[in-house]
Every structure is written in C-alpha cells, then in structure tokens.
C-alpha cells in the first residue's frame, strides 16, 4: 500500500466527489462514445483516430469527455433555456477570484 499525502485533484475534475459515486460518463472512449449521439460521436472518433498518443490524445478525451458530461447534465435544458432567456446566472473572473482567496485557508 503507498502512503504519503493525498495526490491533489488534477485540473477540470471536481473535487467534491461523493465516495463510491460513478461518474455520469466514464473517462473511456466506451463510457464517452456511449454519451454521444449522432454526428457528435462520429467527429470524437474522427478525432480520436487522429491524435498521436501522449498529449494530443490525453486533450482529445478530455475534450470530449467535457463535452459527453454537459450533453448528460441532467440540468441540461434548465440551463439551456434560463440562457436563451437571459436569467441565467453569470458571475466575473474578479468574482471567482474574490471568492477563491476568501476560501483559501492561510
């Protein structure tokens, strides 16, 4: 078994997981193709069978599993329409930043 510190959360994941949770879409090509419908899955794979291993491939999965996970998001059409409808929530980069320093423990 490895001790040590916890490994930090790598960029993009979120970190509030719930133990024993299964994401909404695996971070395979199986679980990222089977969230994909149509034209979308077609252009992953196209995608897919382009990239080189290492980066290139390492940024098309993620990518794409970004895109499979708000193509599942349960909120999905909330969002959509509060946006089309102008209601939607937005805040700025400032904001984010303000509040990110006051939840940072010193």
């Known amino acids: 078994m490895m001790s040590g510190p916890p490994a930090a959360p ?3 994941h979120p970190i509030h997981k719930v133990a024993n949770e299964r994401p909404r879409v695996p971070r395979t090509i199986g679980g990222i193709s089977d969230a994909l419908h149509g034209s979308r899955r077609a252009q992953f ?3 897919l069978l382009q990239a080189q291993q290492g980066p290139e491939l390492d940024g098309v999965m993620t990518a794409w599993w970004g895109r499979a996970m708000l193509d599942t998001d349960p909120d999905r059409e909330h969002v959509r329409a ?3 409808a102008g209601t939607l929530r937005t805040t700025t ?3 984010i930043l303000r509040r990110r320093q ?3 423990v010193p």
Do not use: H, V
């Open 45 to 47: 794979f196209a995608e």
């Open 82 to 84: 509060a946006a089309e």
């Open 10 to 12: 790598s960029r993009g």
């Open 93 to 95: 980069m400032d904001e």
């Open 102 to 104: 006051e939840n940072t």
